[in-house]
């Protein structure tokens, strides 16, 4: 298999770099770290080992690179506009996209321009920050919970499946895409938000009686919501995420840093997709919408401050 990584942040450098050092052929996109990785190379630092990877097939332009079997997208959803442009260079007839991002509605957003494609949709669980150029620092977990969406048969995706094992990546093979990708938003939906409009980390929030309560109840309502929507959550998972997240390292979710840098906030896919998507069903996420708002608040202030830099 050939493989290319679309989105070389703290996700696409760990699981792309994972596969690099298993010996698989893999394709990397870069933007501002192109030239510094060319000449240096990648810096995994990981609870699993670190590793360097110097002989890297780096490209700043789509066009540049070889078209692959397996595309992995690993960019923030804001960016997802930037795919018309960046995938067909390097997509054949029975290429693959794995779209490793979070959210709701990801996949059926690909077909309005890619109707025929094969595609498979992933959630990382994994603590991963960008330290530097070409470095990340992965802090904690690291399995990939995957699922055909459309036109893979079940050969391909047990081989695409045991290439990241082999490489190190624990997988978890999902049959019901939209439960996996509701199970995940139980997560996303109280501690994106809430770090960012609390402007806290993981663990404090957990540490204060208020804000965990208040982020237990969100997950219930994401819950239901799920439910609503067909996906079949128990409700007894949102207390397996609150262990999960007590065992957690002290972390600052994606969102976060997107807020600490300025950057633009993944509002659609996390908050308002689902939003939409259970309302169509017959549930109103009032707590969630709450937060989807405050949001759209910050992070229209966010992008101005950053227009002012």
Request: overall charge neutral; aromatic content about 10%.
């Amino acid at each position: 298999m050939k493989y290319a990584i679309i989105g070389c942040g703290a996700v696409g450098i760990y699981y792309g770099g994972r596969l690099a050092e298993a010996g698989n052929e893999v394709h990397f996109l870069f933007n501002s770290d192109y030239d510094f990785v060319k000449q240096n190379g990648l810096n995994i630092k990981s609870v699993n080992g670190d590793f360097v990877l110097t002989d890297i097939n780096a490209y700043k332009d789509s066009s540049q690179m070889p078209k692959c079997d397996v595309i992995i997208v690993c960019l923030k959803t804001t960016n997802n506009n930037l795919l018309n442009n960046i995938l067909p260079p390097i997509l054949h007839k029975n290429s693959i996209v794995i779209l490793i991002q979070n959210g709701l509605n990801l996949e059926q957003e690909l077909t309005q321009s890619f109707p025929n494609i094969g595609i498979i949709g992933g959630m990382a669980f994994i603590c991963s920050n960008k330290i530097g150029k070409g470095a990340i620092n992965h802090l904690d977990y690291g399995k990939l919970t995957l699922g055909v969406f459309q036109n893979v048969s079940e050969d391909i995706f047990s081989e695409i499946c045991s290439d990241f094992e082999n490489a190190g990546v624990p997988i978890e093979k999902s049959d019901n895409l939209l439960h996996s990708r509701w199970k995940k938003l139980v997560w996303n939906i109280p501690y994106n938000g809430m770090t960012v409009v609390l402007n806290s980390s993981t663990d404090a929030l957990m540490k204060n009686p208020s804000s965990r309560q208040l982020i237990y109840d969100l997950m219930l309502e994401v819950i239901e919501a799920a439910n609503y929507c067909g996906a079949n959550i128990e409700k007894e998972f949102a207390d397996q995420m609150m262990v999960y997240t007590d065992n957690m390292r002290p972390y600052n979710p994606s969102m976060k840093l997107d807020f600490d840098f300025a950057r633009p906030l993944e509002i659609r896919a996390i908050y308002s997709n689902p939003i939409k998507s259970a309302k169509e069903n017959g549930f109103i996420m009032k707590k969630t919408q709450v937060i989807e708002q405050q949001l759209s608040f910050i992070n229209q202030k966010n992008l101005e401050k950053r227009g002012n830099l």
